[in-house]
């Protein structure tokens, strides 16, 4: 099994040599190797099990960093950059030449971000390179919040995960892409469009949370799943059809009387969508180790956070 401590030294040493470390940001812990270094970036591939097509995000520490993973950097990217680095937000951008195409899986576009985690920022400020990292968790399962779900899944496939305690977002970053002024979402994530819109004009129509998008190939429709069949829609109505000893529910706030009570999880007991965000993967992997057959989930109010826990809630109930 890997170990977990909060040895920044110790992860860079790792990296250095070409080996994967899970790192903790404040969306979802990655699974890091050096950008830069093909052979480590194809274990990365192996770990997780992902499909070559599939491209993956490159994590810095600064703005001045961006611009030379980037070809160009437009002034509206700039501006983003500005109002949400570190944060949640990825940047699709024109890669720079020595980005390898193993990293954007042919693209001439490389993912950006910079996390805003103190830990994984004191590493990457002191490595000489920055790391391509996906989220930590086999591809197309839910993505994991805690050095404790990297362990459970990747554990013996890599030598040290660098513990950050629990992510504080919870959901993974936002994807956009840019067309001149106006951006194009290609994944909902954890910076609420809400707070895009006060930077930048966003297209409805570009929104993208159709099942199936070339652009942003990750995102499969089949995506976040967890083992477990879930059922998503008014969890009252839905519970009228099965066995209530036999499901799962995750919530906002309501409890259910005929469902046992380690069976429930309320995202958020006050209805705080970013309380509600924060919680969601790890109540779906909660869920999926129980003894039940079905989860039940309730569609959350589509604005704020809601929207992305929504999108997430779709995907893992897709069912083929
Ligand atoms: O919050 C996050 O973004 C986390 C943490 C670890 O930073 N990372 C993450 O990576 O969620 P991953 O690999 O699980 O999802 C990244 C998605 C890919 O599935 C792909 O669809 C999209 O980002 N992506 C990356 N590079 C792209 C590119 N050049 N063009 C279009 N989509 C891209
Ligand atoms: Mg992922």
Do not use: W
């Not at 949400?84 to 954007?104: E, N, Q, R, S, W």
């Not at 990457?124 to 391509?132: H, K």
């Not at 892409?177 to 979402?185: A, W």
């Not at 970013?274 to 999926?288: G, I, P, W």
């Amino acid at each position: 099994m890997a170990n977990i401590g909060k040895d920044v030294q110790r992860a860079a040493s790792y990296l250095t040599q070409g080996e994967l470390v899970a790192i903790p940001t404040e969306t979802v812990y990655g699974l890091a190797a050096n950008a830069y270094d093909e052979a480590a970036v194809v274990k990365i591939f192996e770990a997780k099990q992902r499909p070559a097509f599939d491209p993956l995000i490159v994590h810095t520490h600064s703005i001045g960093e961006v611009a030379k993973i980037a070809r160009e950097v437009p002034d509206i990217a700039y501006q983003l950059a500005e109002r949400f680095m570190p944060g949640p937000l990825t940047l699709i951008l024109p890669k720079a030449d020595h980005v390898p195409l193993l990293v954007t899986s042919g693209h001439d576009s490389v993912g950006i971000r910079i996390p805003r985690h103190p830990l994984t920022l004191a590493l990457l400020r002191q490595l000489p390179f920055p790391v391509a990292a996906p989220s930590a968790n086999p591809f197309g399962y839910v993505s994991p919040t805690s050095a404790q779900h990297v362990q459970d899944q990747l554990g013996p496939r890599l030598p040290y995960i660098l513990d950050g305690g629990e992510c504080q977002v919870g959901l993974e970053s936002t994807i956009i892409r840019l067309h001149g002024d106006v951006i194009e979402i290609l994944r909902l994530g954890g910076l609420a469009l809400e707070e895009l819109a006060e930077v930048v004009q966003i297209s409805e129509a570009k929104i993208k949370t159709s099942s199936s998008n070339p652009a942003a190939p990750g995102m499969l429709s089949s995506h976040y799943s967890p083992r477990k069949k879930v059922l998503l829609g008014d969890i009252k109505t839905n519970l009228g059809q099965v066995d209530a000893e036999r499901v799962g529910i995750i919530s906002l706030r309501e409890l259910f009387p005929s469902v046992p009570v380690e069976h429930q999880i309320q995202l958020s007991a006050t209805g705080d969508l970013n309380e509600a965000a924060k919680t969601l993967f790890s109540a779906l992997r909660h869920l999926d180790n129980q003894a039940i057959d079905l989860i039940l989930a309730e569609p959350m109010p589509q604005h704020g956070l809601g929207r992305a826990i929504n999108d997430r809630l779709q995907r893992a109930s897709f069912q083929g």
